[in-house]
């Protein structure tokens, strides 16, 4: 790989902090709801899904839905794809949309009236980090871990051309 850590923007520890808190205020808001079905947006949220849903203290369903938005190297959002979805029947279910970063907002765009039109009754959005673009600010985002600076992050399911989703920290890379 070509590509080497420049700084820590998120330490592991930080990251299992804010979770606790996300979990808590996700559980508060489905606690009428009976239960959850939980779609993590593959792939790049598998791994803020996992310690996420693990605090989550309701009933639930996971069911998949994968989107690429920035194939191979890309670095700017190439418009979001729905490259398969393992939805099921959601007709009249409360969703948990789960993401790993919001950018640009397509994707949150793209996938939020798709679980509409399947049936969902409720439908939140939890993402680990917000960029707070402009472009985004039409997306629908009820949970944000993290408020971050718009640079290239990688890390705890972050990719950059698929790479380094399995470091433990958010990073920012050199010469992206
Ligand atoms: P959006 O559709 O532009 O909001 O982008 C959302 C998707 O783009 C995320 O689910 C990520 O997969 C990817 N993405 C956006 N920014 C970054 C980044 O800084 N690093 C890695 N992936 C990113
Ligand atoms: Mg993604």
């Given at each position: 790989?070509?590509?080497?850590?420049?700084?820590?923007?998120?330490?592991?520890?930080?990251?299992?902090?804010?979770i606790?808190?996300?979990?808590?205020?996700?559980?508060?808001?489905?606690?009428?709801?009976?239960?959850?079905?939980?779609?993590?947006?593959?792939?790049?949220?598998?791994?803020?899904?996992?310690d996420?849903i693990?605090?989550?203290?309701?009933?639930?369903?996971i069911?998949?839905?994968?989107v690429?938005?920035?194939?191979?190297?890309?670095?700017?959002?190439?418009?979001?794809t729905?490259?398969?979805q393992?939805?099921?029947?959601i007709?009249?279910?409360?969703?948990?949309?789960?993401?790993?970063?919001?950018?640009?907002?397509?994707?949150?765009?793209?996938?939020?009236?798709?679980?509409?039109?399947?049936?969902?009754?409720?439908?939140?959005?939890?993402?680990?980090?917000?960029?707070n673009?402009?472009e985004?600010?039409?997306?629908p985002?009820?949970?944000?871990?993290?408020?971050?600076?718009?640079?290239?992050v990688?890390?705890?399911?972050?990719?950059?051309?698929?790479?380094?989703?399995?470091?433990?920290?958010?990073?920012?890379?050199?010469?992206?």
């Open positions: 790989m070509k590509h080497h850590i420049d700084k820590t923007l998120l330490s592991a520890t930080k990251i299992a902090a804010r606790e808190e996300l979990a808590q205020e996700i559980t508060d808001d489905f606690s009428d709801d009976g239960e959850i079905t939980i779609v993590p947006i593959l792939t790049g949220s598998i791994i803020f899904t996992a996420l693990r605090q989550i203290k309701l009933p639930m369903r069911n998949l839905i994968t690429s938005s920035y194939p191979g190297s890309a670095i700017r959002s190439q418009g979001a729905v490259l398969g393992q939805l099921g029947n007709k009249g279910s409360h969703v948990l949309l789960v993401d790993d970063i919001l950018d640009s907002g397509t994707t949150i765009r793209a996938v939020v009236p798709l679980l509409k039109e399947l049936g969902a009754v409720k439908v939140r959005v939890a993402v680990l980090l917000n960029k673009k402009p985004a600010a039409g997306a985002c009820d949970f944000v871990g993290f408020n971050i600076p718009d640079e290239f990688v890390g705890y399911g972050l990719d950059y051309d698929s790479y380094y989703r399995n470091l433990p920290n958010i990073v920012t890379l050199k010469g992206v």
